[in-house]
């Protein structure tokens, strides 16, 4: 039998699904479109734009209703300004916070990050590493930024903070990164470690590990976003409400289907603070 006609398709692409931060959100989309007559399908582009672009022609050519967009995407990208002409619906989050014309949900950065400076400063021991990105989303800017404002308004000296990349948001990447961090810190009996998402904060444990560090005796960790894994590894991280901005962001889109005239809704999240054994 064929789908009732009123039945939708949604396009979700999100950068990369093996981390938990991206699947947390589909959660969240499908708790929500489970009940509302729609489908979804799910792409992750590896944070390629390449792929983000193919995809995003594919699933036009499917004729799917609307997008959930996790991916970066410029504000200017062609893909995004030919969905405007067709006039298919998109909701932006996460790592898209320049375009004025889809509805939005975003998170309060600012506060993320002065969170974690206040955090380190009340906790630190020797000098504060802050593992970072490459190249980084507006989003992870203003997060990033907002911690260096925040350690220097707690009077903590730019000297006193050394700054590490990593290439992608991985576990792996934050393993090599952690071994370069104990081997430049060898000889350091005390070290406090700052990584921009809990991914990389995890691969950085089994660093510390390797190098028979004590967490948090020796080395002091945090992480951002609060998935899944941060509790069972006793992790201190920002707690980014995850599933329900994939609730609302499938709410929205929904919403924007029903009424394609309604006023551009941006809505903005909150963040918190959990502290676990890991900054103890
Ligand atoms: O783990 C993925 C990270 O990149 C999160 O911090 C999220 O906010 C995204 O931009």
Redesign the pocket.
């Given at each position: 039998t064929r789908l009732a006609t009123q039945q939708r398709t949604i396009g979700v692409l999100v950068p990369q699904i093996q981390?938990p931060?991206f699947g947390n959100l589909f959660r969240g989309i499908q708790d929500y479109i489970y009940n509302e007559a729609i489908d979804a399908i799910l792409v992750s582009t590896d944070s390629d734009q390449r792929k983000a672009h193919r995809y995003l022609e594919h699933l036009i050519q499917r004729s799917v209703d609307g997008f959930i967009i996790a991916t970066q995407l410029d504000s200017q990208d062609p893909l995004l300004q030919k969905l405007q002409r067709m006039h298919i619906p998109y909701v932006l989050l996460?790592?898209n916070e320049g375009d004025e014309v889809g509805d939005q949900i975003i998170?309060n950065e600012q506060q993320g990050g002065h969170l974690v400076a206040e955090h380190l400063a009340a906790v630190k021991q020797g000098p504060i590493i802050l593992v970072v990105p490459q190249q980084q989303?507006s989003?992870?800017q203003t997060r990033i930024a907002a911690v260096r404002a925040g350690l220097a308004q707690h009077q903590i000296p730019a000297a006193a903070i050394y700054d590490y990349q990593v290439a992608d948001?991985t576990k792996l990447a934050g393993t090599a990164v952690g071994k370069q961090i104990m081997a430049d810190f060898a000889g350091v009996s005390a070290l406090t470690i700052w990584a921009?998402?809990?991914?990389v904060a995890i691969g950085i444990t089994k660093a510390i590990q390797q190098a028979h560090k004590q967490i948090p005796a020796t080395v002091k960790l945090m992480g951002?976003?609060d998935t899944d894994y941060a509790e069972y590894l006793n992790l201190t991280t920002i707690h980014?409400p995850i599933t329900t901005m994939g609730h609302k962001a499938a709410e929205l889109l929904k919403e924007r289907l029903e009424d394609p005239t309604r006023l551009r809704q941006v809505i903005i999240n909150d963040v918190k603070l959990i502290q676990r054994g890991s900054t103890k």
């Open positions: 981390n931060f996460d790592q998170v989303s989003n992870i948001l921009v998402d809990d991914e951002y976003d980014q």
